[in-house]
């Protein structure tokens, strides 16, 4: 079976060192132009575009990217609480339109009640999945064509529709993370893809085993996807010696700040990557070529897959053999790292490149009338 590797966009920062200013360099539209183009090129399947606070706007980066690249897919982040799901499934539509079917969207709900209250949102864990739910429910249905109301706890509409249809039918695909028991409820229930951060093979196992058997309690099948970094060179020993450098330049104060800000997450996935690494240097390795150094000091996914091109590529067998079929990953500095993982490890993958979309046939209308709409006729557009 062939896999699908994504990049990533560090439209929160990029550089050669973690925790550190030092050898970091300008995140502008040029930049992140110069890594989804090499992504584009290189033949990755698309790429994830981050969200929160600490980043840029993930929808505007996608939208300003489309335009510069042929194949590549966007997977950009829903945010429940922070929008309306019909919005949000107009948004969904038009950018699936704009870039000819290469949109995809992760829903986060968030784990950081700070952030959170930043944007709004005061609901606890448990609630905020529950208005996740609401939030999907209403999106997917929107977005499938149908005019839908809906009374929840959180989510209340009447009349809700799209009056444009998105290109990839009947709806763009939806992807989803989360590790707690209400996470993995909502992706048995709504989700196509599950992503999981890279933990180590067995709990990785255990987890697509509680997703897939809580879907087909529902006559559902899930796909599955796992988000890592990765450090790949010529020799493994070289490998090893770049994920050193990677923390050279962190200290233990920065750890502690780092490990301290995690600890007030009430997400289970972050809780479970820091126990990985318990903020110790010493013990990184923690699984064979899988490395907790990038956790120390950054939150979310905290694992890199470290080696050269076979024993990396023999590592994401591993977790392929287990069902997952999409690769997220990253390195530092992203663009530099994306031609590495292009040349030293896509040779020893049968990797599944996306085609080029082709021209489609697209409805043709005059303006809206008392918000509905004028009657149509088909015209091909390139």
């Known amino acids: 079976m062939s896999v699908s590797v994504f990049w990533f966009l560090p439209t929160h920062g990029d550089g050669h060192y ?26 990755f399947g698309g790429v994830l575009i981050p969200t929160g606070r600490s980043c840029e706007d993930a929808w505007l980066v996608a939208a300003s990217l489309i335009p510069v690249t042929q194949r590549l897919r966007f997977l950009v982040a829903l945010r429940p609480g922070v929008i309306s799901p019909t919005q949000a499934a107009r948004q969904a539509a038009t950018l699936d339109r704009l870039s000819n079917g290469r949109a995809l969207f992760n829903l986060v709900t ?34 499938e064509g149908e005019t839908v109301d809906y009374e929840g706890r959180h989510v209340h509409v009447r009349g809700a529709r799209l009056m444009f249809k998105p290109v990839q039918q ?21 989700v196509d893809v599950y992503l999981t951060w890279g933990e180590p093979p067995a709990q990785v196992k255990e987890k697509i085993e509680q997703v897939r058997a809580k879907a087909a309690a529902q006559g559902r099948t899930v796909r599955f996807g796992i988000r890592l970094h990765v450090i790949v060179r010529e020799t493994n020993e070289e490998a090893w010696q770049a994920a050193d450098r990677l923390i ?21 996935g972050q809780r479970r990557m820091a126990a990985l690494h318990g903020g110790r240097r010493d013990k990184l390795e923690i ?26 590529a023999a590592r994401i067998k591993e977790y392929e053999a287990l069902g997952i079929e999409t690769f997220i990953l990253s390195g530092y500095p992203h663009l530099e790292e994306a031609y590495r993982v ?41």
Request: charge should be negative; hydrophobic fraction near 40%; avoid cysteine.
């Open 18 to 43: 973690l925790g550190t200013a030092e050898g970091a360099r300008p995140v502008d539209h040029a930049y992140l132009q110069q890594v989804a183009q090499a992504a584009d090129r290189l033949g």
């Open 110 to 143: 968030g784990g950081d009640p700070e952030e959170l209250a930043g944007d709004g949102v005061f609901l606890d864990h448990r609630e905020r999945y529950a208005e996740s739910a609401e939030f999907t429910r209403v999106w997917r249905r929107v977005l």
């Open 170 to 190: 009947p709806r763009p695909p939806l992807w989803f993370g989360g590790s707690s028991e209400p996470a993995q409820d909502l992706a048995a229930e709504q």
């Open 248 to 268: 050279a330049n962190v200290d233990d104060a920065t750890i502690a700040k780092a490990q301290a800000a995690f600890q007030r997450a009430d997400s289970v």
């Open 287 to 312: 699984s064979p070529n899988l490395w907790a150094g990038v956790g120390l000091v950054r939150s979310g996914a905290g694992t890199a897959l470290v080696g050269d091109g076979p024993t990396v």
């Open 342 to 382: 292009g040349e030293l490890l896509f040779p020893h993958l049968d990797l599944q490149v996306p085609l080029v979309p082709q021209p489609r046939v697209v409805q043709a209308h005059g303006e809206a009338v008392a918000n509905d709409f004028t009657p149509e006729k088909k015209v091909a557009r390139g």
